[in-house]
């Protein structure tokens, strides 16, 4: 082997010619003699491939900086280079390094592309950008510019980006899901609360907006579906109708099973059907009553109607004024008062 080809480029640069005349030049007298050459070459052919820092540098660019920016790499490639290692020595040191175990694979490129910087690294914070834009309003969270650039570099390092890893990133998203304006969610969180909110209503449940957002959350993190949430309102309004719990639990809303109560109570007090309370004291008295066994015994159309009768709100009601200028009639007609 004559003078080494450092940069593998087929030819042999003068700086190259300057580092082979001071390797091989052993006795120091400023000339390469044929004895030295020949010993310079068996040594190169027996001579295990050394790492050198020019050589890392000039076939991967990125490499200096990746070492220049962790105290730990710099100091392994310092400690390499000056022993002389093995680039399979200094592999395997590379991966004893905390550097190695702290970081994976998807953190291991992002360090290294971050320190590269240049366009690539930007052109992938801009995708990563993008995505967790787009995951952000999807699952309802919201999101600021100023933690737009935090969260995307995090996608890169932990590898969220990749296919199969969205949910760590909607994991990461999930703690931004809060309610807006009127206390409204947006995205799949806004379609869950929807949901809820109707089967709770229909049912008589109230729920707070803390529920609310306990559930998106859970959901977005991939703890539970929506239709365990769904299924857990349905058996809180279940307990509150114990006589219709079965169908409560099936799908079937308080509302609808209360409608005959429900439109007697309109009619009775002139009010609009979707105005009456299902926690009003006589619809539940009527929907929740039981026999002197214990057991469920909805109060009769008949009987309920009578006890609306009975409250005030239905003496301001044309039906009362109706019911008692009839009697009035009836009495003055007894006494001849009229024809």
Known sequence: MAI???????????????????????????TVSPAERKEFARKQE???????????AADYPYAARVFEADPELSDL???????????????????STDWWEDNN???????????????????????AKSLVRDRAAAIGARVSEGELGQIAEKAITGGWNQVGRQALLDKELSQRITAGEGGMFAGAAGNLQDQLRQIAM???????????????????????TDDDWLREVRQQAASLWPSWSDKIEAGVSAR??????IN??????????????????YLRQAMTGVDDKGNPKPMGLFEFQQKLRKDPRWMGTKQAEDQISGIANDVLRMFGMVG
């Open 105 to 127: 694979e998807y953190a291991r490129e992002a360090f290294a592309a971050r320190a590269m910087g240049g366009a690539d690294w930007e052109a992938t914070l801009e995708d």
């Open 202 to 224: 229909s049912n008589g449940v109230n729920l707070s907006g803390s529920y609310y957002e306990a559930a998106a959350r859970s959901v977005a993190e991939g703890w539970t």
């Open 256 to 261: 609808d099973l209360a409608s005959g109560y």
């Open 264 to 281: 007697i109570m309109s009619d009775t007090f002139e009010i609009l059907p979707d105005s009456v309370d299902l926690n009003d004291p």
């Open 4 to 30: 080494k080809d450092l940069n593998k480029d087929g030819e042999v640069t003068p700086r190259e010619r300057r580092q082979y005349k001071k390797q091989a030049d052993t006795d120091k007298d400023g």
């Open 46 to 56: 027996t001579k295990p491939d050394l790492l050198s820092a020019e050589e890392l």
């Open 77 to 95: 490639l310092d400690q390499a280079v000056k022993e002389q290692w093995p680039a399979a020595q200094f592999n395997a040191k590379l991966m």
